[in-house]
């Protein structure tokens, strides 16, 4: 236990469905992070949030909606999904902030995507 | 900008055999370097970190030195189990900026 969880842990929707991901942290952390993790891929950098304030967007694509209502929470709203969004998405958190060089990524389970 | 390079694999070893996963990397100023796993159908976990030069990150018998001289930092273990076998990602992060990850390294262990 990382005290990062995920929800839901398998995901199939799709591509004219809506729905959301959901990330909550119990570390008091407060910056949160997406990512992308594709086959034969390198870990994808989505969003990044900072006391709940998103300071960055890795050029996403915007059928990917993040929402961050508190420190402990992320979302990521998907609507109108491809194919080729099928991936193992995993949440982070690290306490951000005055952190700096040495702060720490916690990671949860990550939902497994799948977009038929 | 900052990378991190490391060998992609897969490295397949036999159980008890001894371990080295490399990673160099390219940075400006003194960044911190990490080592996590991923096990199947899991997150990534860390592993060990080290924060400054010469430093020895250490873990479930895994370890890493901080070298700065050739901007490395390899993932060693003396005897792997086969429970060993995972995905494991070098990363980087220099002050005030977002992780760097490797592509990472496939390690299957054989009883």
């Known amino acids: 236990e990382t005290g990062v969880t995920q929800t839901p842990r398998h995901l199939v929707m799709g591509m004219t469905n809506k729905k959301s991901l959901k990330c909550e942290q119990h570390?008091?952390?407060?910056?949160m992070y997406w990512y992308k993790q594709s086959a034969k891929k390198p870990l994808e950098l989505m969003f990044v949030?900072?006391?709940?304030?998103?300071?960055e967007n890795n050029s996403v694509p915007s059928r990917f909606s993040p929402e961050c209502p508190n420190s402990s929470h992320l979302f990521l709203h998907l609507h109108t999904l491809q194919p080729e969004d099928s991936a193992l998405y995993l949440c982070?958190?690290?306490?951000?902030?005055?952190?700096?060089?040495?702060?720490?990524?916690?990671f949860g389970p990550g939902t497994r995507l799948t977009v038929l | 900008g900052n990378s991190v390079t490391q060998m992609e694999g897969p490295v397949t070893l036999s159980e008890e055999a001894f371990l080295t996963i490399n990673c160099t990397y390219t940075?400006?100023?003194?960044?911190?370097l990490f080592w996590y796993v991923q096990y199947p159908g899991e997150g990534l976990q860390l592993l060990l970190k080290?924060?400054?030069?010469?430093d020895k990150g250490s873990n479930k018998g895994f370890e890493a030195t901080y070298r700065k001289e050739t901007t490395s930092f390899h993932l060693e273990k003396g005897s792997v189990q086969v429970s060993d076998s995972a995905v494991y990602f070098c990363?980087?992060?220099?002050?005030?900026?977002?992780?760097?990850f490797g592509p990472g390294t496939r390690l299957s262990v054989l009883p």
């Open positions: 982070a958190s690290s306490r951000g902030g005055l952190a700096g060089d040495t702060d720490t990524q916690y």
């Open positions: 570390l008091g952390h407060n910056a």
């Open positions: 940075a400006t100023g003194y960044p911190s």
């Open positions: 080290a924060t400054k030069a010469d």
């Open positions: 990363a980087l992060r220099g002050y005030g900026q977002n992780f760097v």
């Open positions: 949030y900072n006391f709940k304030e998103q300071t």
